[in-house]
């Protein structure tokens, strides 16, 4: 919830100016303030134990996880991350095709004025 109300914070700061580079700026601000939460939600299940459960996959033991639900969460886990690899991929082809879209039509544009010359 903290996390949230900080996000929703930082997307309305960053569109409260007019100038976009001074919005950014502010929330570069503000989340780098936010970075002093992360150390508080990692190791707020050790401290408030009473409320949340003792970590069950990442301990330096065996996991107390069963493995009837531990092998489908890191398959699914794997699943992501193959999922988020692909993602990026095709962002970055779709930035590649952008990027030379816009060099042949001003090299047209170019083309086309020094003709005209």
């Known amino acids: ?16 100016f007019d100038e976009e580079q001074r919005g950014l700026n502010a929330g570069a601000i503000l989340l780098l303030v936010g970075l002093v939460n992360l150390p508080v939600i990692k190791f707020s299940v050790e401290w408030w134990n009473t409320l949340h459960q003792p970590a069950s996959v ?18 699914m886990a794997l699943g992501m991350f193959a999922l988020y690899g692909v993602l990026v991929l095709l962002r970055m082809e779709t930035l590649m095709r952008q990027s030379r879209q816009q060099t042949r039509l001003l090299r047209q544009i170019w083309a086309d004025q020094k003709g005209e010359a």
């Open 1 to 16: 919830l903290v996390l949230f109300i900080q996000y929703l914070g930082y997307l309305a700061l960053r569109h409260a």
């Open 58 to 75: 990442t301990r330096l033991g065996k996991p107390t996880l069963d493995a009837s639900m531990l092998q489908p969460l890191l398959i």
